[in-house]
């Protein structure tokens, strides 16, 4: 039990470090000739790869039959909101400070922040229904609701490549990446509803009961 | 003096410096250090160039922003990469050749054309079609100068501009990534005659950095960036508008014209503001203006034409 929360204690103070290293960049003036774009690269694609790494854990779990990442997969998931959150606040404050009319026709005409913008809805959505609680009120509904994770990756995506002029290779990336995590969840569910009488379970699920 | 902006909007050079010579200060005193990527050359040989009136009176934004934030894609998508590997082009010596609808065409050697040329100091404003700006002191000359010595017959009525071709040194011209190589660009024969219309050797007062366009590059104010073609080795004057690379590659996104135009939005993002660069943080971005705030001067050249049909 200690080392399982200590490991916690890691990774939490590791997803942190992203936005620590950006502000001591931001305060030693390191972020180059255009620090506000800087800002919104940074913790756009951090945002972007804490929702790959979120989708990473169902796939790798079944891979290694190692049950005990599913709470970190919550935590993952929290902190691709909080990257979204400041890098969608990074937009609105820090780079048109408020205001809403050049904002309005900013959003209006650029249609990659319309992309952003699906994306982060559903990232809030799901964040806000993230308690034990809710998963409770909402029963079965909150894992279909929780699927459209894989609707944010993809808007996500599609926000980066519809931003740019012709290096498409770094979304090209991430969109292999969504595209793979989301084949293997189609194959996996595929498995399970058509062939879970074929297969015997096992592996050390025995540890963990109270999944 | 043309439209000025309020200074504040601008850090100005001295008080950016300040700042990074503190930082610098407290780095060395922990033992770390920022190496800029690139340091400003010594070579300062145009301090004291006679100023043009055609100057936009505003702050110029501090030279180590525009030395270290340039596309220059035939060495890589990323500006600081590419601002590094332009380091090994080699460009002296120098040659330029005016071909086409002229008179006298040949192949010139650059510092023979500089003997000819006065060369002055441009303050001008440059707005990238990724919205953001910045405002460049150039050292040039007019581009009509130079086309009058060679004498433009009346059938020229356009002007092509071919940058370098040399694949060895341009890593995505060896593998033909993105653009058709050499990089092209195109005025129409009025534009590039106009006054304002700039072939800069330098800024700052000095030789124009690599990743900048050195030796020679084309500057016209009120268009966006990319027409500003950089490492000029070719002139051609013709009867029919050129292929242009831009344009090729996505015709719907990059026009001919490219006129700074607030109103003409970018299929895929909005022009109607820019991020004046050297701005803080919390330093809302700028209106764009039309023609790049250069209309009282340009606006003639397009008076019966649909700006959102020729963009
Ligand atoms: C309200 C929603 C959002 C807004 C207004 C927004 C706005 C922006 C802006 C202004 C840029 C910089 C564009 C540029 O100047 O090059 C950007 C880049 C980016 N954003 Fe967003 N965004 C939003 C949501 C998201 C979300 C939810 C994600 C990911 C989960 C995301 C990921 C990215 C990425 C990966 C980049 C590009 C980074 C790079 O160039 O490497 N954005 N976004």
């Known amino acids: 039990m200690i080392q399982k929360s200590n490991l916690r204690l890691k990774i939490l103070i590791v997803c942190w470090l992203p936005l620590l290293f950006l502000l001591v960049d931001a305060v030693f003036d390191n972020l180059g000739s255009n620090p506000i774009r800087a800002l919104h690269i940074r913790l756009g694609d951090w945002a972007l790869r804490f929702l790959c790494i979120t989708l990473a854990i169902t796939p790798i779990q079944a891979v290694t039959n190692w049950r005990g990442m599913s709470e970190y997969r919550r935590m993952f998931g929290l902190f691709t909101f909080v990257y979204a959150s400041l890098h969608m606040l990074g937009y609105l404050i820090v780079d048109q400070v408020l205001h809403w009319k050049i904002i309005g026709v900013d959003i209006l005409e650029s249609s990659y922040i319309w992309f952003g913008i699906i994306s982060y809805f559903i990232i809030f959505v799901l964040a806000i229904t993230t308690p034990n609680w809710s998963k409770k009120v909402m029963g079965k509904n909150w894992k279909k609701l929780h699927r459209f994770i894989y609707l944010a990756a993809i808007a996500a995506v599609t926000h980066y490549f519809w931003q740019l002029k012709g290096n498409l290779a770094e979304p090209f990336l991430y969109s292999i990446i969504v595209f793979i995590l989301l084949g293997f969840r189609v194959l996996i569910s595929f498995k399970t509803r058509h062939m879970s009488k074929l297969m015997i379970p096992k592996g050390r699920k025995t540890s963990k009961l109270s999944d | ?311």
């Open chain 2, 1 to 311: 003096m043309i439209n000025k902006i309020p200074n504040s909007e601008i850090t100005d050079s001295k008080a950016f410096k300040d700042r990074r010579r503190i930082i610098k200060a407290i780095l060395a005193a922990t033992g770390s250090s920022i190496v800029p990527a690139f340091a400003a050359s010594d070579n300062a040989r145009w301090q004291n160039l006679p100023k043009s009136n055609l100057s936009t009176g505003i702050m110029t934004t501090p030279s180590e922003i525009v030395e270290n934030y340039t596309n220059y894609y035939e060495f890589s998508f990323n500006k600081k990469e590419a601002t590094k590997l332009a380091q090994s082009l080699p460009i002296d010596p120098w040659s330029l050749q005016i071909s086409g609808e002229v008179e006298k065409p040949g192949t010139f050697i650059l510092e023979d054309i500089l003997r000819q040329q006065t060369l002055e100091e441009r303050i001008y404003r440059f707005r990238c079609v990724e919205a953001w700006s910045m405002v460049i002191p150039w050292v040039g000359f007019s581009l009509g100068d130079l086309l009058k010595k060679v004498n433009p017959l009346s059938t020229a009525k356009f002007i092509k501009f071919t940058s370098i071709y040399q694949p060895e040194i341009m890593a995505n011209q060896n593998t033909n990534t993105v653009l058709e190589w050499p990089y092209t660009e195109g005025l129409r024969i009025d534009e590039a005659m106009h006054p304002l219309t700039l072939l800069a050797v330098g800024m700052y007062g000095e030789t124009l950095p690599k990743q900048n366009g050195a030796p020679l590059r084309l500057i016209v104010p009120w268009k966006y960036g990319f027409k500003n073609i950089k490492a000029i080795v070719k002139i051609e004057l013709l009867k029919k508008p050129p292929t242009t690379s831009w344009n090729t590659f996505a015709r719907n996104e990059y026009g001919f014209y490219a006129n700074v135009n607030p109103l003409v939005k970018h299929p895929r993002w909005s022009q109607n503001s820019e991020r004046l660069l050297g701005s803080e943080f919390f330093t809302p971005r700028r209106k764009t203006e039309l023609f790049n705030g250069y209309g009282e001067q340009v606006a003639a050249l397009y008076k019966d034409m649909d700006l959102r049909h020729f963009f």
